[in-house]
């Protein structure tokens, strides 16, 4: 794959481009069963950072999709993992062994777990919602961090990116790149302002030709208002910004009939099949929710099954009985470009805004 370079405006080369080897201080988040092999090579071949969405695949999958970026591109990539995987360290040998460059995290990661993968020289980037978070993983050896405010799609905390960045940004010495709620060049600019090192987009990768996500659902997030989504902690206990759709205002309710509850059950064996969960692992998770947020049974099922009901949406299409993570920038997305010419368009309108505010 070749493609079109810009000359970026000298503030755009920032510390962390250098760092992760990149041209373009632009990265596209490892959104579970969304940033695959394709989509995180053509991020990376355009001069990004592409990053695979490992955390709902299995170690087969995720070393299958990490030889298809290599076969792809020779330019730098990352992983997202899910730091509480029972094979973690088989994970973290892959990537290294392969040479994977930066290594993220869906979960906060362990001490350890970023020592091991420091010592074989990957990145450690892990995202996180809190400035305590921020102030833990670094002091733990993290490299950069990306920084995820409330507007941001799947699981985030409440505190707004414009608030958080500068919070952030003034408790820690590593490079932050700012998410949730970004789409373009403007956004760029500002995140520099406020002292970040690039951004990082979910929601706005997702709806681009390469995505595979079906194309119905991609029509969903092209058709919402800012205000059709909603941050709820009522799908599986953590705060999870999703769009709202009736079966989510069902969960919300702690409604639902027996249809929902016999479809998050039968989701249950698909989750043990993909990610290798024992079943005792989803009990666990199901009896948690439930005491800490007193559900009744059919939420708590639910909860355990998050995964599986982001693979409906995301991979089998199904708007109906699915859960569709999206940030509240949903509402200001109206195309799906190829990655190319979206990281392009960032790049000319953060140079042109970049000219403009120095006239
Ligand atoms: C469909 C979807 C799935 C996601 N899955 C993951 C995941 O598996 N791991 C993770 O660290 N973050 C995940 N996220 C969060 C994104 O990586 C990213 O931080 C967020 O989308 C940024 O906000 P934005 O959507 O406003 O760009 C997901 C987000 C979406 C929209």
Redesign the pocket.
């Known amino acids: 794959m070749t493609a079109v370079r810009l000359v970026p405006h000298k503030a755009l080369r920032t510390p962390f481009c250098e760092m992760a080897g990149i041209d373009y201080p632009v990265v596209q988040?490892?959104?579970?069963?969304?940033?695959d092999a394709r989509l995180t090579a053509a991020t990376s071949s355009a001069g990004g950072l592409g990053?695979v969405?490992?955390?709902?695949m299995n170690l087969t999958e995720m070393t299958a999709a990490i030889d298809q970026v290599l076969s792809l591109t020779d330019l730098p990539f990352g992983v997202?993992l899910?730091s509480d995987a029972p094979d973690v360290y088989e994970r973290a040998k892959v990537m290294i062994d392969r040479g994977v460059k930066v290594a993220?995290?869906?979960?906060a990661p362990t001490e350890k777990l970023i020592k091991s993968f420091k010592d074989a020289g990957l990145l450690c980037v892990p995202?996180i919602g809190a400035r305590r978070h921020a102030e833990k993983v670094v002091g733990w050896g993290a490299d950069a961090v990306?920084v995820?405010?409330s507007?941001?799609?799947?699981?985030?905390g409440g505190v707004a990116?414009s608030i958080l960045i500068p919070q952030v940004i003034e408790a820690i010495n590593v490079p932050v790149i700012a998410?949730?709620?970004?789409?373009d060049g403007r956004g760029l600019v500002a995140a520099l302002a406020y002292g970040a090192q690039g951004?990082?987009?979910?929601?706005?990768?997702?709806v681009t030709k390469e995505s595979p996500?079906p194309d119905q659902v991609k029509q969903v997030y092209l058709e919402a208002r800012p205000e059709d989504t909603v941050l709820t902690d009522r799908i599986d206990g953590h705060s999870h910004?999703v769009l709202r759709t009736p079966f989510i205002d069902r969960m919300i309710a702690g409604g639902g009939g027996v249809r929902d509850l016999l479809l998050a059950m039968s989701s249950a064996v698909n989750l043990k099949r993909t990610t290798g969960m024992s079943l005792i692992d989803m009990v666990r998770q199901a009896l948690a929710a439930r005491r800490q947020h007193n559900y009744n049974l059919r939420q708590a099922v639910m909860a355990a099954n998050t995964?599986m009901l982001?693979r409906k949406?995301?991979v089998d299409g199904e708007v109906e009985h699915g859960?569709?993570?999206?940030?509240?920038?949903?509402g200001l997305i109206t195309d799906a470009p190829s990655v190319e010419e979206l990281i392009l368009s960032v790049i000319r309108e953060a140079n042109m805004t970049l000219e403009s505010l120095q006239a």
């Not at 993220?104 to 979960?107: D, Q």
């Not at 951004?199 to 997702?206: I, N, P």
């Open positions: 988040t490892g959104m579970g069963w969304v940033a990053i969405g490992a955390s709902t997202n899910r993220s995290f869906a979960l995202s990306i995820q405010g507007e941001a799609g799947g699981h985030t990116t998410a949730g709620g970004f789409r951004v990082a987009m979910g929601t706005r990768f997702l996500v910004r995964p982001l949406t995301m859960i569709i993570s999206g940030g509240q920038v949903s």
